[in-house]
């Protein structure tokens, strides 16, 4: 399953970075940002960022590197408020992620979902549940960017 997955995930980040998907628009009047509010519950917000990223495979595509990530969030532990200079595309493989998408909140992603996350939006995974989570990620990252910019909590 991983690995149907992974050529899938491949060929549309691909297209997604050939085609400048992942780039920021130029615009002349930046329209007013909601103000920045974590919806992760204060009782995860206590504790350290506890996840583990196993890189599978990465490949360098003219300004992006896709990076094919296998990401472990314990029960009760989180990522950490961030964001990425570029997209993410995430395929949820065990457990439940409980995901902030800022500004519009938490949604849960159930085995077999899948979510984006869009270039520079800020978010943060977490496990509310009783097993581990395991979700496989397709990162189209900016060439000589971090695959995760921590951001301070609002």
């Not at 995930?9 to 009047?29: D, H, N, T, W």
């Not at 992603?109 to 549940?129: A, M, R, S």
């Amino acid at each position: 399953m991983v690995w149907k997955t992974f050529r899938v995930s491949v060929v549309a980040i691909a297209v997604m970075a050939g085609s400048g998907l992942g780039s920021r628009p130029v615009v002349a009047q930046a329209p007013a940002k909601p103000e920045a509010k974590s919806s992760v519950p204060k009782e995860f917000l206590k504790k350290p960022p506890s996840i583990t990223r196993k890189i599978l495979d990465q490949k360098e595509v003219g300004d992006y590197v896709l990076t094919m990530a296998i990401v472990d969030v314990p029960v009760g532990g989180r990522e950490g408020r961030h964001r990425h200079e570029g997209v993410l595309i995430g395929l949820v493989e065990e457990g439940v992620l409980s995901m902030d998408h800022e500004p519009t909140g938490v949604r849960d992603y159930k085995p077999g979902e899948t979510f984006y996350i869009p270039d520079g939006q800020i978010h943060e995974g977490f496990n509310k549940g009783t097993v581990p989570t395991k979700v496989v990620g397709s990162f189209v990252i900016r060439k000589g960017q971090p695959m995760a910019v921590p951001m301070p909590l609002p």
